[in-house]
């Protein structure tokens, strides 16, 4: 099956830096990502949607001057923890779709995860 | 009220035995519905995808009730290695794209 592919699978970092992570679709290409957010016990929350060449989507409540999404082909896309603090530590997730969208009853395929911790 | 939800659980079950999940959805412009199974700290993996008619797969049986909004899966004869987070996700058409919405998940434990 279609593999996307995340890294790093976690980082540790101190208050006030900058984290990049990757996603990337290793055998399709993906003209949209989507990056998502999971706190302890939580469900997956819809971060943004990236989409190659422009502008990134933001959800609701999702500041995009600090989650920094950069999608600049169709097998990469980087999701930047711009000035992380302890409350950004969680579980990052990215997720891409052969053919792009998530159409009706096509399998989303999911990055391993990137666990942040923000000390 | 969220879009997707389910009961957090967590199921506690011995082997070999049935279990059920419940799950509803509150919008109806909601075009797909699957269920993903999430192992603990790793990625969600799909399932499978839920129909009208209803579907198995095995051990695994799917339900959609659309005029309810409400969408179910049923596990018989429950192993070990079943123990997991099950996700149901929608997939809801906007203007712009088509998003996956995730609800909380329900946890299951199959002790021996």
């Known amino acids: 099956g279609a593999v996307v592919s995340q890294h790093p699978s976690w980082v540790i970092c101190k208050s006030g830096t900058s984290v990049k992570i990757e996603c990337r679709s290793l055998?399709?290409?993906?003209?949209?990502m989507f990056w998502y957010r999971q706190f302890p016990k939580q469900s997956l929350m819809l971060m943004a949607t990236s989409n190659e060449g422009s502008k990134a989507t933001y959800e609701q409540g999702v500041e995009k001057d600090k989650f920094l999404i950069n999608h600049a082909s169709l097998t990469l896309s980087t999701l930047t923890v711009t000035s992380a603090h302890p409350e950004d530590s969680s579980f990052y997730i990215c997720?891409?779709?052969?053919?792009?969208?998530?159409?009706?009853?096509?399998?989303?395929?999911f990055g391993q995860g990137t666990r942040l911790t923000v000390v | 009220r969220k879009e997707v939800e389910q009961d957090p659980g967590p199921f506690n079950v011995p082997e070999g035995a049935t279990v059920a999940f419940n799950c509803t959805y509150s919008?109806?412009?909601?075009?797909?519905f699957f269920w993903y199974r999430q192992d603990c700290r790793k990625e969600p993996k799909l399932l499978m995808s839920?129909?009208?008619s209803g579907n198995e797969d095995g051990r695994f049986t799917a339900q959609l009730n659309r005029a309810s909004q409400y969408i179910s899966l049923l596990i018989r004869d429950s192993k070990l290695s079943d123990s997991a987070t099950y996700l149901c996700v929608v997939n809801i058409a906007f203007i712009d794209t088509d998003k996956l919405i995730f609800g909380t998940g329900t946890r299951l434990q199959v002790f021996p």
């Open positions: 919008n109806s412009a909601s075009q797909s």
């Open positions: 055998d399709f290409q993906a003209t949209t």
């Open positions: 839920v129909y009208s």
């Open positions: 997720s891409a779709s052969p053919g792009g969208q998530p159409l009706p009853n096509t399998e989303a395929f």
